[in-house]
């Protein structure tokens, strides 16, 4: 089998897992020949799918494909082939399924480094209330009413566009649509559509902050998901002609990148000072917010990154029951009941059980990297790489390794 013949196979093999679990392709750019194709196919059968990735990464090393390329393929075969098992019902432990769908091995957190994130947020909201009472207050304040989230978004994301243009680089035709929906697990999602165009869906259920919103639309466009694949589909395809990166699958090393490098956009694109940044945007628009305590908030909140992580071990791995695991995240994410309920479902949804994983490593490890760049290299020339390239978790870390 060749190159062009394994990478067919490959897409071949990820609109089929779609065909199982609706959502499964995050995006699809690729010839819609191989789509209907798969479409007018009886519903295939999952541990089959499981066994066919397997044997297109043994034949890896034969098609010819350059180091780059087949490393990508071999790790994304290895999620795939895990995929399969999993949904064919067999019997797979849960750090074990995370490491073959993220390439990466997942512990529980450090509860001292929670209260020190504890102990900061603290020194930042003085009271004599409880602790999680004056962090509820503070978050009540800087809520955002449904009906002003469209405008704030549309502004942070005009001034990020004109940002990531003018360090980044973008097709001169990419465009962002926004849309305000309701009921899902998620508070923002990227459909990215192909030929440089994205609609963006944000979740008012959820009862969005003003200093969360710029992070929401770093993360979805500019310099996030969006950005990534205008870019990857401008270099990586249509010159490179990478046919494996017209498809974006859930529960692969593609996740992990991707959540990461989006989660560090705002750093990328505006760094130190994003508070007072964004709030004299929303200032604008008659919107106020404490942008000098909100960056320093966030900072502080960061520390409490590994919870959500902890929560999955506790439901999927240690068999928690689910009002525990919910008393857990009220406690160190200092949450009301329903804001913990919300991230149950997440948790507990079939196709994003693993997902959190994506946040939570995807963050440290590519913040850990970015960090670790050459003195000379400027930070947006590290994070241009994360846009341009098929990198993956274990080439990021055998170079901090090499460093």
């Known amino acids: 089998m060749n190159a062009a013949e394994l990478v067919r196979e490959y897409l071949l093999l990820g609109l089929r897992f779609d065909r199982l679990v609706e959502g499964f392709v995050d995006a699809y750019t690729g010839d819609p020949a191989l789509r209907r194709q798969v479409d007018n196919e009886p519903r295939p059968d999952p541990a089959v799918l499981g066994r066919c990735a397997a044997q297109l990464r043994a034949e890896l090393p034969n098609a010819g494909l350059a180091e780059p390329r087949a490393r990508f393929l071999a790790a994304h075969l290895t999620a795939l082939e895990c995929s399969g098992r999993v949904l064919a019902g067999q019997q797979v432990g849960f750090v074990a399924e995370v490491a073959a769908y993220f390439d990466v091995v997942i512990t529980p957190g450090d509860p001292d480094v929670y209260r020190q994130a504890h102990a900061e947020i603290d020194r930042l909201l003085p009271g004599a209330d409880p602790l999680a009472d004056r962090l509820a207050a503070h978050r009540a304040r800087d809520e955002i009413a449904p009906q002003r989230l469209e405008p704030a978004v549309e502004a942070l994301s005009s001034a990020l566009r004109d940002r990531v243009r003018a360090t980044f680089g973008l097709p001169p035709q990419e465009t962002v649509r926004y849309e305000v929906v309701t009921d899902k697990p998620w508070s923002g999602f990227n459909y990215y559509l192909g030929d440089f165009c994205s609609r963006v869906a944000i979740n008012a259920d959820l009862g969005h902050r003003m200093a969360n919103l710029p992070h929401l639309v770093a993360h979805e466009s ?13 270099g990586l395809v249509r010159t490179d002609h990478h046919e494996e990166q017209t498809i974006f699958l859930v529960n692969t090393p593609q996740c992990l990148m991707a959540e990461g490098l989006a989660d560090l956009g705002l750093a990328a694109a505006v760094g130190p000072g994003w508070g007072p ?19 320093r ?25 689910p009002a525990d695991v919910s008393a857990y995240l009220q406690r160190w994410l200092m949450v009301p009941e329903p804001r913990a309920s919300q991230i149950l479902r997440f948790l507990g949804d079939p196709l994003w059980r693993a ?4 946040y939570v490593e995807g963050y440290r490890l590519l913040c850990t990297w970015l960090a670790d760049r050459p003195p000379a290299q400027p930070l947006d020339q590290r994070y241009l790489r994360l846009l341009d390239e098929p990198l993956i978790p274990s080439v990021i870390r055998t170079e901090l390794a090499g460093s």
């Open 222 to 234: 500019y310099p996030g998901h969006h950005t990534e694949h205008c870019r990857k589909e401008a």
């Open 355 to 358: 997902y959190t994983t994506t």
């Open 277 to 295: 940044w964004a709030g004299e945007i929303l200032g604008d628009l008659g919107l106020r917010m404490d942008g000098e305590l909100a960056e």
């Open 297 to 321: 908030l966030e900072t502080a909140a960061a520390g409490l990154l590994g919870v959500r992580q902890d929560a999955a071990l506790m439901l999927h791995d240690q068999r928690a029951d």
